[in-house]
């Protein structure tokens, strides 16, 4: 199977689990939430969180139909962070994945409510699994950790504190490696620990390509924000620069960035190189150097 036949193949087992996760209309008169939650988690996107665990459960010799519950739950923990990101009291942004945001459409209390709810379905999703306990307390405590006050949350509130600053580069890259790389890295460990993995090498390597995959998205992102489109991203751009807030670009220079986005991303190929069969994970990992959205 071709990359591109692999990726098709997997965001078609992605989309419905995804959907049926979510369709739990009740007819009691709070439906809405339910239509606020689907918007946004089912509105597309590259779904490369979710990918990454199903090629990570093969690469480790497990089957991916057991990978999806958790699969699915690190995709509504992404789009729950995206929803509020979103909000006026964050980013106030009004453009995601192409379409309004949550909150310029269902308004604010209910776009709150479906990230509330997109969270707390990620780990209903992903305690329904029907793996052994013990493999399925490890996937809970790892997208929790990944999503928590040390994770994701905490970049989150770096970020802010950062606005109208320029803070230097080692702070930079905690933020980045909290917001942005915290999820892409659970996303290896997740693949791993629901393929029955405990090697430890296995794991270090792929925290590794997920650590050095995180980062040069981010990267790419900041050069986006500069250089992107608003219609191919999706998304407005020129917000850092509006915010005050420092990234890679603005302490590096763009052609430094560009740099580094071909160097870890190497560092990504080469962390997962003697892992077997690892040539899904090394051409997604270089599909997205250089790409638009």
Do not use: W
Not at 98 to 125: C, N
């Amino acid at each position: 199977m071709t990359f591109q036949e692999q990726l098709k193949a997997d965001i078609a087992l992605i989309e419905p689990a995804l959907e049926r996760s979510l369709s739990g209309e009740s007819g009691a008169g709070y439906d809405r939430i339910f239509e606020a939650a689907k918007y946004s988690a089912l509105a597309g996107g590259k779904r490369l969180r979710p990918v990454i665990v199903l090629a990570f459960c093969r690469l480790c010799g497990g089957d991916a139909g057991n990978a999806l519950p958790f699969a699915c739950a690190l995709e509504m923990i992404h789009t729950y962070s995206l929803i509020h990101d979103d909000l006026p009291c964050m980013d106030n942004d009004d453009l995601r994945r192409g379409r309004p945001t949550s909150h310029k459409v269902f308004g604010e209390a209910m776009a709150v409510l479906a990230g509330d709810g997109l969270l707390t379905r990620a780990f209903e999703t992903a305690a329904e699994s029907r793996l052994p306990a013990e493999t399925v307390l490890r996937c809970v405590r790892l997208l929790a950790r990944a999503a928590g006050m040390n994770g994701m949350i905490g970049g989150q509130v770096l970020d802010m504190e950062s606005e109208h600053q320029k803070i230097p580069l080692d702070k930079l890259r905690l933020l980045q490696s909290l917001k942005t790389g915290c999820l892409i890295r659970a996303a290896c460990e997740l693949g791993c620990t629901a393929a029955g993995s405990e090697d430890e090498h296995t794991l270090a390597k792929a925290r590794a390509y997920g650590e050095a995959l995180g980062l040069a998205f981010q990267i790419q992102d900041d050069i986006l924000d500069i250089e992107g489109d608003t219609a191919m991203l999706g998304k407005s751009t020129g917000k850092d620069e509006k915010s005050e807030k420092s990234t890679f670009p603005s302490l590096l220079g763009l052609e430094e960035c560009r740099a580094l986005v071909q160097s870890l991303t190497k560092d990504a190929a080469d962390a997962v190189s003697t892992l077997g069969d690892s040539a899904f994970l090394t051409e997604l990992a270089y599909s997205l150097v250089g790409r638009a959205n």
